[in-house]
């Protein structure tokens, strides 16, 4: 595409990544912020992948069984009475 | 990440690990448990195997955990030695990680944009509705983060893997290009697919619950 020539919908929603992940170019970022100030939708679009990946990031781990943990943790007590080397 | 010295806080762990401190040794499991699972699912598919070669990364680290200078972080040196073993684990070693990157796959269907030739040629037919209202109502009901976790666990390996250790696990793009040796702009596409259909499968629930479908 054409630095000069503004941005459909359909392309804002291809480059919203690059965007959060501040890896546009300047000249395409600046025709990103045109678009989105002029546009209800793209903004609304840009605002629901915020809230995804805030959502994303409340989604818990998985976390170690006790018995793995103890069994990591002898190893390591073992480890501690190992010579160096 | 990268080949400088350790961060601070970082000395201070390796050299807290080194002296034996079973709290600091303890808390570094937990922390990277969850996501050396994921590293290592990228290429043992069965979840008990990949346990086992989770824990044996740690055996492997403890055994050369005296001799490590600290000349790389604790993660990238950790991250190296499970997915060497998960390589010479793995029954899908054959596989290479960015496989779906190239494939067209529009972000949001094309069906919702104005076709070509008209007036509004790629401008919204039909705009996505702002959330807030049912966010607000219902903010991160358990049945809510379900939708999430499923519509992640739905999405190709590779885009689930990258999706997860950016947006659950926090990793920055570095560490996820470093460790899952992808290039920059793979690990951006990876992500791009994986958030765009989460944030469509979370379209699809909230208009629901909004009563439209």
């Known amino acids: ?85 | 990440m990268g080949t400088g010295a350790l961060a601070e806080t970082e000395k201070d762990l390796l050299a807290a690990l080194q002296r034996g401190d079973e709290a600091a040794f303890l808390s570094l499991v937990n922390q990277h448990h969850s996501a050396m699972l994921r590293v290592c699912r990228l290429f043992v598919n069965d979840l008990a195997a990949a346990e086992e070669v989770v824990q044996d990364t740690w055996l492997a680290a403890l055994e050369s955990l005296h001799r490590f200078e600290g000349r790389s972080s604790l993660k990238t040196w950790l991250y190296a030695i499970l997915t060497n073993k998960a390589k010479t684990r793995g029954v899908r070693e054959s596989r290479s990680l960015p496989f779906s990157a190239l494939e067209a796959e529009p972000a949001v269907d094309p069906e919702r944009f104005h076709p070509k030739g008209q007036a509004w040629a790629g401008h919204w037919a039909e705009k996505p509705r702002p959330w807030e209202r049912v966010l607000e109502s219902q903010a991160l009901s358990n049945e809510l983060l379900a939708h999430v976790q499923a519509a992640i666990e739905n999405l190709p390996e590779s885009q689930r893997t990258v999706i997860s250790l950016r947006d659950i696990e926090g990793w920055t793009s570095a560490e996820v290009c470093n460790i899952l040796d992808l290039s920059e702009t793979n690990q951006r596409v990876l992500l791009h697919r994986a958030r765009s259909k989460v944030r469509r499968a979370l379209e699809v629930y909230f208009d629901a619950k909004a009563g439209r479908t």
């Open chain 1, 1 to 85: 595409m054409k630095a000069d020539t503004p941005l459909t919908c359909k392309e804002i929603v291809e480059l919203v990544t690059d965007y959060l992940e501040g890896s546009l170019p300047d000249e395409q970022r600046a025709l990103f912020e045109a678009h989105l100030a002029a546009c209800r939708g793209c903004r609304t679009y840009l605002e629901q992948m915020r809230q995804t990946i805030a959502l994303t990031g409340r989604l818990t781990e998985e976390w170690l069984t006790p018995e793995a943990e103890q069994v990591l943790l002898n190893a390591y007590k073992d480890w501690k009475n190992m010579p160096e080397g």
